[in-house]
């Protein structure tokens, strides 16, 4: 055709054409502009001078997904926190694949088309009796829907990173005196003689109103920050470019009502958008509202009473946030907590009196006196006494006496002798292993810190709100 074209240029008919092409292709190009360039930007982050897309999130989440159970991935869909999670995971992925990906370019890194091809034909699914299979390949990329060159490039992307990932993963050797000194730290063990002095052994009567607002005093309740709140949303199809911009235009001409005085219900009713109030919400709240994400309560939490946000872009519309009413922390009425209060006020009167009980016993054994009613027994770190006493047995020294406490009770500890742990060379090995890959963990954590200052790591957050944030 483009040959005809050429040969019959002065035709009246190869002008039109001619004209037909050019106008399609000026239309498709301006098109894309006006709809696709202009409305919408995909770039999720940017790592560098490089960009990550929604597209890629999109890919590496469902992956993360195809890995997982059928109950996992139901609980992804319908449990916030375990959605959030798989949410940090995809963003954390992307997120390092591309510093090591930038690092590869700055180092002048390249993998050759030879390394590719050994890549292909060493890969176990494309063989057949040992030997690379061309038809195992061939079915392998119609099934796919990929392209060959697709296929090689992501290869590529794929041993560029472990070029960098290699850094990191030479193997750590652990000093042996290192691993002697965890290991008798570990399994050490001590005797130890302590004597449980409980603060529900001791009665006390009921206080009265004097008690109870001397005690109040220096243990004030405080009733945390509350904030009434409201919001108009515009609900879109943020995807369909005509949607979007007619939603735009009724979401900009409500928040100019409301600039020009009007209340949000008013615009909101005029316009047909959802209109909510949510009263008394403490910070950190995790609601019900399904427009309300955690990040738009935080935003609620930074305006001052009495003003809107500006027009807010999310997934599936658009957002106009405004704090209604303002109640700052304050300390409770004694009035309206004064029965709460009882139950601490006697336990802080259980407890001076079993302090002072267990004060004289331990003055009587550091004259000498033995611990009445004690308890010999040899711990570890983690077991054979309460966790107070465990922590203050390892932490003092042989022939200390000390007084310790828990939450119900105080303790007078007797610090005995240490007593080193037979060796066990199984259990040594391990302890080496284990001590391996945190100084393999702390290297690579290490490195990414490094890859996160040469290339700083910016959240697109617009694009998050709209296509990511639930």
Same mark, same amino acid.
């Given at each position: 055709m483009l040959e005809y074209l050429r040969n019959a240029?002065?035709?009246?008919?190869?002008?039109?054409?001619?004209?037909?092409?050019?106008?399609?292709? !000026?239309?498709?190009?301006?098109a894309e502009w006006i709809f696709g360039g202009?409305?919408?930007?995909?770039? =999720?982050?940017?790592?560098?001078?490089?960009?990550?897309? !929604?597209?890629?999130?999109?890919?590496?989440?469902?992956?993360?997904?195809?890995?997982?159970?059928?109950?996992?991935?139901?609980?992804?869909?319908?449990?916030?926190? *375990?959605? *959030?999670? =798989?949410?940090?995971?995809?963003?954390?992925?992307?997120?390092?694949?591309?510093?090591?990906?930038?690092?590869v370019k700055? =180092?002048?890194?390249?993998?050759?088309?030879?390394?590719?091809?050994? +890549?292909?034909?060493?890969?176990k699914q494309f063989q057949l009796n040992g030997d690379f299979s061309p038809w195992l390949f061939q079915m392998f990329v119609e099934g796919s829907g990929a392209s060959e060159q697709d296929i090689a490039n992501a290869i590529r992307i794929d041993l560029s990173r472990k070029m960098i990932v290699?850094?990191?993963?030479?193997?750590?050797?652990?000093?042996?005196?290192?691993?002697?000194?965890? $290991?008798?730290?570990? $399994? %050490?063990?001590?005797?130890?003689?302590?004597?449980?002095? *409980?603060? %529900?052994?001791? *009665?006390?009567?009921?206080?009265?109103?004097?008690?109870?607002?001397?005690? $109040?005093?220096?243990?004030?309740?405080?009733v945390p920050e509350t904030r009434s709140v409201s919001y108009v949303f515009v609900a879109a199809d943020m995807n369909k470019p005509d949607v979007y911009d007619e939603k735009f235009k009724t979401a900009q001409q409500i928040e100019d009502m409301i600039i020009s005085g009007d209340s949000m219900k008013s615009a909101a009713d005029k316009y047909n958008a959802k209109y909510v109030t949510i009263k008394d919400i403490e910070r950190g709240d995790k609601l019900s509202d399904k427009i309300l994400s955690d990040d738009l309560v935080a935003k609620?939490?930074?305006? +001052?009473?009495?003003? /809107?946000?500006? =027009?807010?872009?999310?997934?599936?519309?658009? !957002?106009?946030?405004? !704090?209604?009413?303002?109640?700052?922390?304050?300390?409770? /009425?004694?009035?309206?907590?004064k029965k709460s209060l009882v139950a601490g006020w006697k336990k802080s009167e259980q407890r001076k009196q079993a302090y002072i009980d267990a004060n004289e016993q331990l003055i009587a054994v550091k004259r000498g006196e033995q611990i009445k009613n004690s308890k010999s027994v040899e711990i570890t770190r983690t077991e054979g006494a309460p966790l107070s006493v465990l922590t203050a047995a390892f932490a003092g020294h042989d022939g200390d006496n000390v007084l310790t406490e828990d939450s119900d009770a105080f303790y007078i500890v007797s610090i005995g002798k240490n007593t080193m742990p037979?060796?066990?060379?199984?259990?040594k090995e391990s302890l080496r292993k284990e001590l391996e890959t945190l100084s393999k963990r702390f290297v690579v954590d290490d490195y990414t810190q490094f890859l996160k200052r040469e290339y700083p790591v910016r959240v697109n957050q617009k694009t998050f709100d709209r296509f990511i944030a639930k």
């Open positions: 240029a002065d035709k009246p008919l190869a002008k039109v054409l001619m004209f037909i092409l050019i106008f399609s292709f !000026v239309g498709w190009g301006a202009a409305t919408r930007d995909t770039t =999720l982050i940017n790592v560098g001078d490089a960009d990550i897309s !929604v597209q890629q999130f999109n890919n590496e989440r469902s992956n993360q997904l195809s890995a997982m159970t059928k109950e996992e991935q139901r609980a992804a869909y319908t449990d916030p926190a *375990k959605a *959030k999670a =798989l949410t940090d995971s995809v963003m954390g992925k992307i997120t390092v694949n591309q510093l090591e990906l930038n690092r700055d =180092l002048g890194l390249v993998v050759s088309e030879k390394r590719i091809v050994d +890549e292909i034909k060493s890969d290699n850094i990191t993963d030479t193997q750590l050797s652990v000093p042996q005196f290192a691993i002697d000194a965890a $290991y008798n730290a570990r $399994y %050490a063990k001590r005797g130890v003689n302590y004597a449980t002095v *409980k603060f %529900a052994d001791y *009665k006390i009567a009921e206080p009265n109103d004097e008690q109870l607002r001397a005690y $109040y005093e220096q243990n004030p309740h405080i609620l939490f930074s305006m +001052e009473s009495g003003t /809107e946000s500006e =027009l807010l872009e999310l997934r599936d519309g658009f !957002v106009i946030l405004r !704090v209604d009413d303002v109640v700052a922390q304050h300390n409770a /009425e004694f009035d309206d907590v037979a060796a066990d060379k199984n259990k």
